[in-house]
């Protein structure tokens, strides 16, 4: 008889675990904090990460039948720190078992493998960053290798400028109309998140992007991914880790929760 709840989190290699995931009652969620720019601020995001899923677990206790969305808000209001300067940030995936079936909610690139009754199976993600960033990613990528080749020069003041600005320029998306959202500082952000209701839902599994943005290749078609992740959380969070290891030489946090419909 499988476990209504299981659980996985893993960290990655190059920092600390940024990733974390809770529950109260039928809600369950995961969040994964946002690598800082400037590594010396990476173990402020491990620390807010933890905070505002205290604050989630606070906001469900205080009303669970607040919407997704409402409770998300009320979490970061209630972590968010002061002053206006630099923030961390995460995103989130939320999940909420109710009698007339499941409430979802992504907030970027977290996501959400739903299983409906009928064995269909599907993802849910918000790809309003890959929209957004597209070209400055791909901007990036030539300052990178040439900062890579001006390191190797003694010659790379003008190509590390170059790097920051772009940097700078991906900053300057999040957060704001026509670009994308995160929980952060602002707890509005919570309401430009995508919600579903899914009646026939009989299973969910809440990710961390360095889980989402692998299971097609490592483990083919959502359906495959389910029964995966399903059978064998533990062993298939470590087999995804190795490979994408191995294929990258380094990978994200890894965290996802499986929960099947009560009842």
């Known amino acids: 008889m499988p476990r209504p709840r299981e659980a996985a989190c893993v960290e990655g290699s190059g920092h600390e675990l940024q990733d974390t995931w809770g529950e109260r009652g039928a809600t369950l969620w995961v969040?994964?904090?946002?690598t800082a720019t400037d590594p010396a601020n990476n173990p402020a995001v491990a620390a807010w990460v933890g905070t505002l899923s205290r604050a989630l677990a606070l906001a469900v206790e205080a009303d669970p039948e607040h919407t997704l969305a409402a409770t998300l808000e009320l979490a970061i209001a209630r972590s968010r720190e002061p002053g206006t300067g630099w923030h961390p940030s995460a995103?989130?995936?939320?999940?909420?078992w109710h009698a007339n079936g499941l409430s979802t909610l992504v907030l970027c690139d977290a996501g959400l493998l739903i299983r409906q009754a009928s064995g269909v199976c599907a993802v849910t993600q918000d790809t309003r960053l890959d929209d957004v960033l597209?070209?400055?990613?791909?901007?990036?990528?030539?300052p990178r290798a040439a900062l890579a080749e001006a390191r190797a020069s003694h010659d790379e003041a003008r190509t590390a400028r170059a790097f920051a600005s772009l940097v700078r320029e991906v900053d300057d998306l999040r957060n704001r109309e026509g670009g994308f959202w995160v929980a952060a500082r602002d707890p509005d952000a919570a309401h430009h998140a995508l919600t579903a209701e899914h009646p026939d839902a009989a299973g969910v599994i809440a990710m961390s992007d360095g889980v989402c943005n692998e299971i097609g290749r490592v483990f083919g078609g959502p359906v495959a991914a389910w029964d995966a992740l399903s059978a064998g959380l533990a062993a298939s969070v470590a087999r995804l880790r190795g490979e994408v290891l191995a294929r990258d030489g380094g990978v994200d946090d890894l965290t996802a929760v499986v929960s099947r419909r009560p009842g």
């Open 31 to 34: 969040i994964d904090g946002a």
């Open 91 to 96: 995103t989130v995936a939320m999940a909420r």
């Open 134 to 142: 597209a070209a400055p990613r791909a901007a990036l990528a030539a």
